[in-house]
Protein backbone atom coordinates (compact mmCIF):
# COMPACT_ATOMS: atom_id res chain seq x y z
CA UNK A 1 0.00 0.00 0.00
CA UNK A 2 2.22 2.66 -1.46
CA UNK A 3 1.10 6.24 -1.45
CA UNK A 4 3.28 7.37 -4.43
CA UNK A 5 2.34 4.00 -6.37
CA UNK A 6 -1.00 5.03 -5.75
CA UNK A 7 -1.10 8.71 -6.48
CA UNK A 8 0.41 7.89 -9.75
CA UNK A 9 -2.91 5.88 -10.65
CA UNK A 10 -4.53 9.07 -10.39
CA UNK A 11 -3.22 10.37 -13.47
CA UNK A 12 -2.85 7.12 -15.37
CA UNK A 13 -6.65 5.76 -14.76
CA UNK A 14 -8.81 6.99 -17.72
CA UNK A 15 -12.13 6.39 -15.98
CA UNK A 16 -12.70 3.99 -13.02
CA UNK A 17 -15.50 1.92 -12.33
CA UNK A 18 -16.22 3.33 -8.69
CA UNK A 19 -14.89 6.03 -7.01
CA UNK A 20 -15.78 5.89 -3.33
CA UNK A 21 -15.66 9.08 -0.44
CA UNK A 22 -14.85 8.08 2.78
CA UNK A 23 -11.99 5.91 4.35
CA UNK A 24 -14.16 4.12 7.63
CA UNK A 25 -15.56 0.85 7.36
CA UNK A 26 -18.18 1.57 5.51
CA UNK A 27 -15.83 2.77 2.66
CA UNK A 28 -13.19 0.52 3.21
CA UNK A 29 -15.85 -2.58 3.35
CA UNK A 30 -16.98 -0.97 -0.34
CA UNK A 31 -13.64 -0.99 -1.41
CA UNK A 32 -13.41 -4.35 -1.03
CA UNK A 33 -16.52 -5.42 -2.37
CA UNK A 34 -16.00 -3.81 -5.37
CA UNK A 35 -12.36 -4.59 -6.30
CA UNK A 36 -13.34 -8.06 -5.22
CA UNK A 37 -15.77 -8.34 -7.83
CA UNK A 38 -13.39 -7.34 -10.72
CA UNK A 39 -14.63 -3.30 -10.84
CA UNK A 40 -11.99 -0.59 -10.91
CA UNK A 41 -12.32 1.06 -7.78
CA UNK A 42 -10.91 4.58 -5.82
CA UNK A 43 -10.88 5.17 -2.23
CA UNK A 44 -10.70 8.61 -1.65
CA UNK A 45 -10.29 9.58 2.41
CA UNK A 46 -9.69 13.18 3.75
CA UNK A 47 -8.41 12.34 6.72
CA UNK A 48 -6.68 8.96 7.95
CA UNK A 49 -8.16 5.22 7.34
CA UNK A 50 -10.75 5.18 10.29
CA UNK A 51 -9.85 8.64 11.44
CA UNK A 52 -13.65 9.45 12.33
CA UNK A 53 -16.34 6.94 13.85
CA UNK A 54 -14.72 3.78 13.08
CA UNK A 55 -11.61 4.19 15.36
CA UNK A 56 -14.05 5.23 18.36
CA UNK A 57 -16.59 2.20 18.46
CA UNK A 58 -17.06 -0.20 21.97
CA UNK A 59 -14.75 -2.30 20.22
CA UNK A 60 -17.60 -4.96 19.62
CA UNK A 61 -18.61 -7.45 16.90
CA UNK A 62 -22.17 -8.44 18.09
CA UNK A 63 -26.20 -8.89 17.14
CA UNK A 64 -27.44 -5.88 19.31
CA UNK A 65 -28.82 -7.29 22.88
CA UNK A 66 -30.26 -4.19 23.32
CA UNK A 67 -31.86 -3.99 19.61
CA UNK A 68 -33.69 -7.30 20.53
CA UNK A 69 -35.11 -5.61 23.57
CA UNK A 70 -36.36 -2.74 21.13
CA UNK A 71 -38.12 -5.90 18.71
CA UNK A 72 -35.66 -4.95 15.98
CA UNK A 73 -35.81 -8.76 15.24
CA UNK A 74 -34.40 -8.14 11.38
CA UNK A 75 -31.11 -6.07 12.35
CA UNK A 76 -30.49 -8.59 14.80
CA UNK A 77 -30.55 -11.36 12.72
CA UNK A 78 -28.27 -9.71 10.05
CA UNK A 79 -25.97 -8.32 12.60
CA UNK A 80 -25.42 -12.08 14.16
CA UNK A 81 -24.81 -13.50 10.78
CA UNK A 82 -22.65 -10.68 9.78
CA UNK A 83 -20.56 -11.54 13.50
CA UNK A 84 -20.20 -14.90 12.15
CA UNK A 85 -18.45 -14.00 8.85
CA UNK A 86 -16.66 -11.56 10.13
CA UNK A 87 -14.87 -14.16 12.93
CA UNK A 88 -14.24 -16.17 10.22
CA UNK A 89 -12.98 -14.05 7.82
CA UNK A 90 -10.88 -11.97 10.29
CA UNK A 91 -9.40 -14.74 12.83
CA UNK A 92 -6.62 -12.04 13.38
CA UNK A 93 -8.12 -9.16 14.83
CA UNK A 94 -11.46 -11.04 16.27
CA UNK A 95 -12.16 -13.38 19.21
CA UNK A 96 -15.15 -14.47 20.85
CA UNK A 97 -15.52 -13.05 24.78
CA UNK A 98 -17.73 -13.97 27.66
CA UNK A 99 -20.46 -11.40 28.86
CA UNK A 100 -21.80 -11.91 32.56
CA UNK A 101 -24.98 -9.57 33.20
CA UNK A 102 -24.99 -9.48 36.94
CA UNK A 103 -28.80 -9.80 38.06
CA UNK A 104 -29.44 -8.37 41.81
CA UNK A 105 -33.20 -10.15 41.55
CA UNK A 106 -34.86 -13.41 40.60
CA UNK A 107 -37.03 -11.46 37.99
CA UNK A 108 -34.01 -10.21 36.06
CA UNK A 109 -31.78 -13.71 36.12
CA UNK A 110 -35.25 -15.08 34.52
CA UNK A 111 -35.92 -12.14 32.27
CA UNK A 112 -32.62 -11.72 31.20
CA UNK A 113 -31.69 -15.71 30.75
CA UNK A 114 -34.43 -16.41 28.35
CA UNK A 115 -33.98 -13.31 26.22
CA UNK A 116 -30.80 -14.09 25.82
CA UNK A 117 -31.14 -17.76 25.11
CA UNK A 118 -33.61 -16.32 22.54
CA UNK A 119 -30.39 -14.16 20.85
CA UNK A 120 -28.39 -17.75 20.84
CA UNK A 121 -31.09 -19.18 18.76
CA UNK A 122 -31.35 -16.35 16.25
CA UNK A 123 -27.97 -16.73 15.77
CA UNK A 124 -28.14 -20.46 14.62
CA UNK A 125 -25.28 -22.50 13.16
CA UNK A 126 -22.96 -19.21 13.28
CA UNK A 127 -23.55 -19.29 17.30
CA UNK A 128 -20.16 -18.95 18.98
CA UNK A 129 -21.25 -20.10 22.02
CA UNK A 130 -24.05 -21.03 24.87
CA UNK A 131 -25.61 -18.84 27.05
CA UNK A 132 -26.00 -20.38 30.82
CA UNK A 133 -27.26 -19.03 34.24
CA UNK A 134 -24.58 -18.45 37.16
CA UNK A 135 -25.32 -19.00 40.45
CA UNK A 136 -23.89 -16.34 42.84
CA UNK A 137 -20.43 -18.26 43.65
CA UNK A 138 -20.34 -18.82 39.80
CA UNK A 139 -20.86 -15.21 39.35
CA UNK A 140 -18.41 -13.77 41.40
CA UNK A 141 -15.68 -16.16 40.08
CA UNK A 142 -16.68 -15.41 36.81
CA UNK A 143 -16.75 -11.53 37.02
CA UNK A 144 -13.74 -10.57 39.94
CA UNK A 145 -14.42 -7.27 40.96
CA UNK A 146 -18.23 -7.09 41.08
CA UNK A 147 -19.73 -5.76 43.87
CA UNK A 148 -21.42 -9.08 45.58
CA UNK A 149 -24.10 -7.29 47.45
CA UNK A 150 -27.65 -8.66 47.09
CA UNK A 151 -25.96 -10.43 44.61
CA UNK A 152 -28.50 -13.50 42.96
CA UNK A 153 -26.08 -14.95 40.16
CA UNK A 154 -25.36 -14.11 36.48
CA UNK A 155 -26.12 -14.93 32.91
CA UNK A 156 -23.50 -15.56 30.82
CA UNK A 157 -23.58 -15.24 26.78
CA UNK A 158 -21.28 -14.99 24.07
CA UNK A 159 -20.09 -12.36 21.50
CA UNK A 160 -17.69 -10.82 19.54
CA UNK A 161 -15.03 -8.60 19.69
CA UNK A 162 -12.20 -7.02 17.48
CA UNK A 163 -9.76 -3.98 17.10
CA UNK A 164 -11.38 -1.27 15.26
CA UNK A 165 -9.05 0.28 12.90
CA UNK A 166 -6.37 -2.78 12.65
CA UNK A 167 -9.49 -3.84 10.76
CA UNK A 168 -9.95 -0.60 8.90
CA UNK A 169 -6.13 -1.22 7.57
CA UNK A 170 -6.58 -4.91 6.68
CA UNK A 171 -9.73 -3.98 4.75
CA UNK A 172 -7.48 -1.43 2.85
CA UNK A 173 -4.88 -3.60 2.58
CA UNK A 174 -7.03 -6.53 1.03
CA UNK A 175 -8.67 -4.47 -1.26
CA UNK A 176 -5.07 -3.03 -2.95
CA UNK A 177 -4.28 -6.72 -3.26
CA UNK A 178 -7.71 -7.08 -5.50
CA UNK A 179 -6.38 -4.14 -6.96
CA UNK A 180 -8.23 -1.13 -5.94
CA UNK A 181 -6.55 1.72 -5.13
CA UNK A 182 -6.89 3.54 -2.00
CA UNK A 183 -5.74 7.03 -0.93
CA UNK A 184 -5.40 8.96 2.48
CA UNK A 185 -5.20 12.22 3.10
CA UNK A 186 -7.16 13.33 -0.33
CA UNK A 187 -10.32 15.19 -0.39
CA UNK A 188 -13.52 15.52 -2.60
CA UNK A 189 -13.43 18.96 -3.30
CA UNK A 190 -16.48 19.07 -5.65
CA UNK A 191 -18.61 16.92 -8.30
CA UNK A 192 -18.24 16.67 -11.77
CA UNK A 193 -21.46 16.59 -13.57
CA UNK A 194 -22.85 16.09 -17.63
CA UNK A 195 -26.20 16.79 -18.27
CA UNK A 196 -27.26 16.70 -14.57
CA UNK A 197 -25.41 13.55 -14.22
CA UNK A 198 -22.55 12.75 -12.11
CA UNK A 199 -19.58 11.60 -13.66
CA UNK A 200 -16.73 12.04 -10.99
CA UNK A 201 -15.28 14.28 -8.75
CA UNK A 202 -12.31 16.70 -8.34
CA UNK A 203 -10.22 15.71 -5.50
CA UNK A 204 -7.04 17.23 -3.95
CA UNK A 205 -4.30 15.50 -2.24
CA UNK A 206 -4.44 17.64 1.21
CA UNK A 207 -0.56 16.92 2.07
CA UNK A 208 1.11 18.19 -1.35
CA UNK A 209 -2.26 20.62 -2.47
CA UNK A 210 -2.10 19.17 -5.54
CA UNK A 211 -5.68 18.77 -7.54
CA UNK A 212 -6.67 15.95 -9.89
CA UNK A 213 -9.91 15.71 -12.17
CA UNK A 214 -11.16 12.02 -11.89
CA UNK A 215 -13.52 10.40 -14.43
CA UNK A 216 -16.07 7.36 -12.52
CA UNK A 217 -18.96 5.45 -13.91
CA UNK A 218 -19.98 5.93 -10.27
CA UNK A 219 -19.78 7.62 -7.24
CA UNK A 220 -20.72 6.54 -3.39
CA UNK A 221 -20.65 8.82 -0.29
CA UNK A 222 -19.42 7.07 2.64
CA UNK A 223 -18.57 9.69 4.86
CA UNK A 224 -20.72 8.70 7.78
CA UNK A 225 -21.51 11.85 9.84
CA UNK A 226 -19.88 13.95 7.44
CA UNK A 227 -22.94 12.47 4.68
CA UNK A 228 -24.28 15.64 4.82
CA UNK A 229 -21.59 17.86 3.60
CA UNK A 230 -21.43 15.49 0.45
CA UNK A 231 -24.83 15.65 -0.19
CA UNK A 232 -25.04 19.19 -0.43
CA UNK A 233 -22.33 19.04 -2.66
CA UNK A 234 -24.56 17.15 -5.36
CA UNK A 235 -27.79 19.50 -4.41
CA UNK A 236 -27.29 22.68 -2.27
CA UNK A 237 -30.65 22.62 -0.67
CA UNK A 238 -30.41 19.12 0.24
CA UNK A 239 -32.70 18.50 3.60
CA UNK A 240 -29.61 17.00 6.53
CA UNK A 241 -30.28 13.24 6.66
CA UNK A 242 -28.20 12.51 9.78
CA UNK A 243 -29.43 13.19 13.44
CA UNK A 244 -25.55 12.79 14.84
CA UNK A 245 -25.22 10.81 18.33
CA UNK A 246 -22.33 10.94 20.11
CA UNK A 247 -21.13 7.81 22.49
CA UNK A 248 -17.37 8.09 24.58
CA UNK A 249 -15.62 5.75 26.34
CA UNK A 250 -13.65 5.67 29.26
CA UNK A 251 -10.63 3.23 29.66
CA UNK A 252 -9.09 2.16 33.18
CA UNK A 253 -6.39 -0.33 34.30
CA UNK A 254 -7.17 -3.83 34.58
CA UNK A 255 -7.20 -4.06 38.29
CA UNK A 256 -10.39 -2.60 38.56
CA UNK A 257 -12.08 -5.59 36.90
CA UNK A 258 -9.11 -8.47 36.59
CA UNK A 259 -11.26 -11.10 34.82
CA UNK A 260 -11.27 -11.98 31.38
CA UNK A 261 -14.76 -11.74 30.79
CA UNK A 262 -16.65 -8.47 29.88
CA UNK A 263 -19.45 -7.28 32.03
CA UNK A 264 -22.86 -6.28 30.49
CA UNK A 265 -25.14 -3.76 32.58
CA UNK A 266 -28.97 -3.97 30.77
CA UNK A 267 -30.04 -1.09 31.86
CA UNK A 268 -28.81 2.28 32.27
CA UNK A 269 -30.59 5.29 33.46
CA UNK A 270 -31.81 6.70 29.80
CA UNK A 271 -32.38 3.28 28.98
CA UNK A 272 -28.95 2.30 27.26
CA UNK A 273 -26.80 -1.27 27.66
CA UNK A 274 -23.05 -0.56 29.37
CA UNK A 275 -20.02 -2.81 28.87
CA UNK A 276 -16.96 -2.55 31.04
CA UNK A 277 -14.73 -4.80 28.59
CA UNK A 278 -11.04 -5.95 28.47
CA UNK A 279 -9.21 -4.79 25.46
CA UNK A 280 -5.57 -5.01 24.92
CA UNK A 281 -5.01 -5.12 28.31
CA UNK A 282 -7.21 -2.29 29.78
CA UNK A 283 -10.92 -2.61 30.00
CA UNK A 284 -12.96 -0.05 27.92
CA UNK A 285 -15.72 1.29 29.26
CA UNK A 286 -19.16 2.73 27.58
CA UNK A 287 -21.27 4.24 26.22
CA UNK A 288 -23.92 7.20 26.12
CA UNK A 289 -26.11 8.55 23.84
CA UNK A 290 -26.04 11.84 23.46
CA UNK A 291 -27.73 14.17 20.07
CA UNK A 292 -25.49 16.55 19.51
CA UNK A 293 -25.73 19.61 16.65
CA UNK A 294 -22.13 20.30 16.07
CA UNK A 295 -20.24 17.60 13.86
CA UNK A 296 -16.55 17.72 14.50
CA UNK A 297 -13.53 15.31 13.24
CA UNK A 298 -12.26 15.18 16.77
CA UNK A 299 -15.13 15.54 18.96
CA UNK A 300 -14.60 15.54 22.63
CA UNK A 301 -16.72 13.69 25.91
CA UNK A 302 -19.17 16.27 27.59
CA UNK A 303 -18.80 16.08 31.35
CA UNK A 304 -22.09 14.71 31.92
CA UNK A 305 -21.14 11.87 29.98
CA UNK A 306 -18.15 11.42 31.76
CA UNK A 307 -19.73 11.43 34.98
CA UNK A 308 -22.77 8.75 33.71
CA UNK A 309 -20.23 6.62 32.97
CA UNK A 310 -18.25 6.54 36.17
CA UNK A 311 -21.56 6.84 38.11
CA UNK A 312 -23.06 3.46 36.43
CA UNK A 313 -19.70 1.68 36.19
CA UNK A 314 -19.33 1.94 40.01
CA UNK A 315 -22.98 0.92 41.20
CA UNK A 316 -21.46 -2.57 40.11
CA UNK A 317 -17.88 -2.41 40.86
CA UNK A 318 -16.08 -3.36 44.63
CA UNK A 319 -13.83 -0.72 43.82
CA UNK A 320 -14.73 2.65 42.78
CA UNK A 321 -13.58 4.10 39.99
CA UNK A 322 -12.37 7.75 39.93
CA UNK A 323 -11.70 10.71 37.57
CA UNK A 324 -7.68 10.55 37.98
CA UNK A 325 -7.93 6.63 37.30
CA UNK A 326 -8.89 7.19 33.61
CA UNK A 327 -5.89 6.45 31.24
CA UNK A 328 -7.90 7.43 28.50
CA UNK A 329 -11.22 8.73 27.13
CA UNK A 330 -12.47 9.34 23.24
CA UNK A 331 -15.65 10.37 21.77
CA UNK A 332 -17.40 9.40 18.64
CA UNK A 333 -20.06 10.28 16.75
CA UNK A 334 -22.72 7.88 14.98
CA UNK A 335 -24.19 8.81 11.74
CA UNK A 336 -27.72 7.94 12.59
CA UNK A 337 -30.55 8.40 10.40
CA UNK A 338 -33.25 11.20 11.03
CA UNK A 339 -37.05 10.15 12.14
CA UNK A 340 -39.71 12.88 11.84
CA UNK A 341 -40.87 13.11 15.34
CA UNK A 342 -38.18 11.67 17.46
CA UNK A 343 -36.11 13.75 19.78
CA UNK A 344 -34.01 10.93 21.67
CA UNK A 345 -31.10 9.48 19.37
CA UNK A 346 -31.24 6.19 21.69
CA UNK A 347 -34.54 5.22 19.68
CA UNK A 348 -33.06 5.98 16.12
CA UNK A 349 -32.62 3.07 13.97
CA UNK A 350 -29.22 1.59 13.70
CA UNK A 351 -30.06 -0.06 9.92
CA UNK A 352 -28.46 1.74 7.24
CA UNK A 353 -29.98 3.64 4.44
CA UNK A 354 -29.09 4.21 0.79
CA UNK A 355 -30.10 7.17 -1.01
CA UNK A 356 -29.52 7.45 -4.97
CA UNK A 357 -29.84 10.84 -5.68
CA UNK A 358 -30.99 12.33 -9.32
CA UNK A 359 -27.48 12.87 -9.93
CA UNK A 360 -26.89 9.04 -9.98
CA UNK A 361 -24.68 9.99 -6.49
CA UNK A 362 -25.44 6.67 -4.49
CA UNK A 363 -25.15 7.57 -0.23
CA UNK A 364 -25.17 5.07 2.30
CA UNK A 365 -25.14 6.14 6.00
CA UNK A 366 -26.49 4.61 9.64
CA UNK A 367 -25.68 1.02 10.16
CA UNK A 368 -22.60 -0.13 12.78
CA UNK A 369 -19.24 -1.88 12.35
CA UNK A 370 -21.07 -5.05 12.68
CA UNK A 371 -23.12 -4.83 9.66
CA UNK A 372 -20.12 -3.32 7.51
CA UNK A 373 -20.25 -6.32 5.12
CA UNK A 374 -23.83 -6.27 4.67
CA UNK A 375 -24.03 -2.43 4.04
CA UNK A 376 -20.84 -2.39 1.67
CA UNK A 377 -22.85 -5.15 -0.64
CA UNK A 378 -25.88 -2.70 -0.79
CA UNK A 379 -23.92 0.08 -1.74
CA UNK A 380 -22.25 -1.85 -4.75
CA UNK A 381 -25.30 -3.10 -6.20
CA UNK A 382 -26.74 0.06 -6.35
CA UNK A 383 -23.49 0.92 -7.84
CA UNK A 384 -23.44 -1.32 -10.43
CA UNK A 385 -27.36 -0.92 -11.32
CA UNK A 386 -26.82 2.82 -11.66
CA UNK A 387 -24.11 2.67 -13.93
CA UNK A 388 -24.96 -0.30 -15.79
CA UNK A 389 -21.66 -1.85 -14.53
CA UNK A 390 -21.84 -5.42 -15.84
CA UNK A 391 -23.13 -7.46 -12.52
CA UNK A 392 -20.94 -9.43 -10.82
CA UNK A 393 -21.61 -11.31 -7.59
CA UNK A 394 -20.56 -10.11 -4.09
CA UNK A 395 -18.11 -12.71 -2.56
CA UNK A 396 -16.98 -11.33 0.52
CA UNK A 397 -19.13 -13.40 2.74
CA UNK A 398 -16.29 -15.99 2.40
CA UNK A 399 -13.01 -13.54 1.78
CA UNK A 400 -10.31 -13.98 4.65
CA UNK A 401 -9.04 -10.66 5.37
CA UNK A 402 -5.91 -8.83 6.76
CA UNK A 403 -2.38 -9.87 5.79
CA UNK A 404 0.33 -11.68 8.10
CA UNK A 405 4.24 -10.88 8.54
CA UNK A 406 6.68 -13.17 6.05
CA UNK A 407 7.10 -14.69 9.58
CA UNK A 408 3.38 -15.47 10.08
CA UNK A 409 3.86 -13.40 13.20
CA UNK A 410 0.57 -11.35 13.48
CA UNK A 411 1.07 -7.98 14.32
CA UNK A 412 -1.18 -6.17 16.95
CA UNK A 413 -0.10 -3.24 18.75
CA UNK A 414 -2.01 -1.72 22.04
CA UNK A 415 1.39 -0.46 24.37
CA UNK A 416 4.24 -2.49 23.74
CA UNK A 417 7.59 -0.88 22.29
CA UNK A 418 7.65 0.47 19.42
CA UNK A 419 10.74 -0.86 17.26
CA UNK A 420 11.83 0.45 14.20
CA UNK A 421 10.63 -2.18 11.80
CA UNK A 422 7.31 -1.74 12.87
CA UNK A 423 7.52 2.15 11.97
CA UNK A 424 8.72 1.64 8.77
CA UNK A 425 6.48 -1.56 8.15
CA UNK A 426 3.47 1.24 9.00
CA UNK A 427 4.99 3.97 6.73
CA UNK A 428 5.81 1.52 3.43
CA UNK A 429 3.00 -0.75 3.59
CA UNK A 430 0.39 0.68 5.73
CA UNK A 431 0.64 4.62 4.56
CA UNK A 432 1.37 5.86 8.34
CA UNK A 433 1.74 9.47 7.31
CA UNK A 434 1.88 11.30 10.89
CA UNK A 435 2.67 10.18 14.42
CA UNK A 436 -1.14 10.17 14.94
CA UNK A 437 -1.81 7.62 12.28
CA UNK A 438 1.00 5.59 14.14
CA UNK A 439 0.09 6.27 18.17
CA UNK A 440 -3.96 6.00 17.33
CA UNK A 441 -4.35 3.85 14.54
CA UNK A 442 -1.52 1.75 13.37
CA UNK A 443 -1.10 1.12 17.11
CA UNK A 444 -4.05 1.97 19.97
CA UNK A 445 -1.48 3.55 22.31
CA UNK A 446 -3.16 6.66 22.64
CA UNK A 447 -6.58 4.87 23.04
CA UNK A 448 -5.09 2.80 25.34
CA UNK A 449 -3.01 5.26 27.42
CA UNK A 450 -3.06 8.79 26.38
CA UNK A 451 -0.06 9.97 28.74
CA UNK A 452 2.28 6.83 27.47
CA UNK A 453 1.37 7.99 23.90
CA UNK A 454 2.61 11.62 24.52
CA UNK A 455 5.59 10.35 26.06
CA UNK A 456 6.61 8.24 22.96
CA UNK A 457 5.98 10.69 20.18
CA UNK A 458 8.97 12.61 20.01
CA UNK A 459 10.75 9.03 19.38
CA UNK A 460 7.51 7.81 16.64
CA UNK A 461 8.45 11.69 14.98
CA UNK A 462 12.47 11.17 14.54
CA UNK A 463 11.82 7.72 13.56
CA UNK A 464 9.24 8.80 10.85
CA UNK A 465 11.25 11.97 10.13
CA UNK A 466 14.51 9.52 9.07
CA UNK A 467 12.27 7.26 7.02
CA UNK A 468 10.08 10.00 5.57
CA UNK A 469 13.20 12.30 5.16
CA UNK A 470 11.15 15.07 7.00
CA UNK A 471 13.78 17.88 8.83
CA UNK A 472 13.43 19.17 11.97
CA UNK A 473 10.75 21.17 11.56
CA UNK A 474 8.55 18.66 10.77
CA UNK A 475 9.48 17.03 14.13
CA UNK A 476 8.85 19.55 16.28
CA UNK A 477 5.48 20.23 14.31
CA UNK A 478 4.29 16.52 14.39
CA UNK A 479 4.85 16.32 18.20
CA UNK A 480 3.30 19.77 19.04
CA UNK A 481 -0.16 18.97 17.28
CA UNK A 482 0.10 15.25 18.66
CA UNK A 483 0.42 16.01 21.83
CA UNK A 484 -2.36 19.27 21.66
CA UNK A 485 -4.72 16.03 20.38
CA UNK A 486 -3.73 13.53 23.02
CA UNK A 487 -4.14 15.92 25.98
CA UNK A 488 -7.64 15.88 24.83
CA UNK A 489 -8.25 12.09 25.44
CA UNK A 490 -6.77 12.62 29.22
CA UNK A 491 -9.22 13.46 31.88
Given at each position: ?12 VK ?8 G ?14 G?S????E ?5 K ?12 G ?8 IK????A??E ?33 L?V??I???K ?8 L?K ?11 E ?17 R???D ?16 K ?11 T ?14 L ?13 D???Q ?5 E ?16 K ?6 A?M ?8 V ?17 P?EH ?11 I ?5 H ?5 E ?8 Q??F????PL ?6 AK ?5 R ?6 SK???V ?6 W ?9 A ?24 L??D??I?I???Q ?5 D ?5 E?E ?5 E ?5 R ?26 N ?10 S??T ?8
Amino acid sequence: MNRTVMLQQLEEVKQWDIIIIGGGATGLGSLLDAASRGYSTLLIEQYDFGKGTSSRSTKLVHGGVRYLAQGNIKLVLEALRERGYLLKNAPHVTSSLAFIIPAYSWWDKLFYGIGLQVYDIMSGKLSIGKTKLLGKKQTLAQLPGIDEANLKGGILYYDGQFDDTRLATDLAITATQHQAVVLNYVKASSLLKTNGKITGLVAEDTLSGKQYSLQAKAVINATGVFTDAVLQMDEPEEDHLVAPSQGIHLVVDKKFFPGNNALMIPKTDDGRVLFAVPWHDKVVLGTTDTPIEHISIEPKPLEEEIEFILHHANRYLEQDITRADVQSMFAGLRPLVKKRGTAKTSVLSRDHTILVSKSNLVTITGGKWTTYRKMAEDAIDNAVFIAKLERKECITKQLPIGKLQQDGEIFIHAAQQLTDADIKRYIETEMALTVEDVLARRTRILFTDARSAIQKAPEVARQMAALLNKDEAWITQQVSSFTALAEQYIL
